[in-house]
């Protein structure tokens, strides 16, 4: 396969200390803007990583749906498989690949359910189908076929006919707080540029340290 084989450039934009802002939860909010003005598909998109009852890493696609001070929030069923993780162990990862641009963003941190009023506004606010389609299924469970699906998807939609789409109990958002935050640049030579920001707490101030590549 070609593609495993390709060595890219990444040229020689630096990412500097000097050129982050000292809160990386804001920094990390200005290379999201960055990567949607460049084109990036679904730059919201970050790869979850949580680590289940047993032990066991699993990881999956979300979206990063807020950004605020205190962290970051992203929506899900709070019984799906990432859910039930959650529940039994808050510690997360979020990766963002932003590859065009030679940037990644790795964050570690905890995620809690956010309030129930923070999930209805959020509910209140996706477009109606995908109200009746989160709903409608029961995620990370099986079932039978595309067809008892979309029977599914009708069912709800006849039960609420034009009627406001109420947010299932079990669906609803969570706020990542994090403790560390690395920033990846690409750079030429492969010495690329890693800047690392922690904190003991959220109530801490944040280290900055440089990585070796
Ligand atoms: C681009 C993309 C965005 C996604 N966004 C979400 C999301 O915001 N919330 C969600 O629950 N699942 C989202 N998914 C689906 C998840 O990757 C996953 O299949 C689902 O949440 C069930 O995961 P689990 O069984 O590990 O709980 C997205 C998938 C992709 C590819």
Same mark, same amino acid.
């Given at each position: 396969?070609? &593609? +495993? =084989?390709r060595h890219t450039d990444y040229g020689q934009t630096a990412l500097d200390e000097s050129h982050l802002s000292g809160d990386p939860i804001a920094q990390l909010a200005d290379w999201l803007v960055e990567a949607e003005q460049a084109g990036v598909y679904e730059p919201n998109a970050f790869v979850l990583g949580t680590i289940d009852a047993d032990g066991k890493p699993t $990881?999956? /696609? @979300? +979206? +990063?749906k807020g950004v605020s001070a205190e962290g970051f929030f992203f929506a899900t069923n709070y019984l799906s498989r990432k859910g039930q $993780? +959650? $529940?039994v162990n808050p510690a997360v990862t979020m990766v963002f690949g932003w590859y065009s641009q030679h940037r990644q963003v790795v964050v570690e941190g905890q995620a809690h359910q956010v309030p129930d009023a923070e999930s209805d506004a959020y509910f209140a606010s996706r477009p109606r189908d995908s109200q009746i389609a989160t709903a409608a299924s029961a995620q990370?469970? &099986?079932i039978q076929d595309r067809a008892a699906l979309e029977a599914e998807f009708e069912q709800t939609a006849? %039960?609420?006919? $034009?009627?406001?789409v109420p947010r299932p109990e079990h669906w609803g958002g969570y706020r990542i707080v994090p403790t560390r935050i690395e920033f990846w640049k690409g750079r030429? =030579? %492969?010495l690329h540029d890693r800047i690392v920001f922690e904190r003991a707490s959220a109530d801490q101030p944040w280290q @900055? /340290? %440089?990585l070796q590549p």
């Open positions: 396969m070609e &593609s +495993l =084989n $990881a999956r /696609t @979300v +979206l +990063l $993780a +959650l $529940a990370s469970q &099986s006849a %039960r609420f006919l $034009a009627g406001e030429s =030579n %492969r @900055v /340290t %440089r």
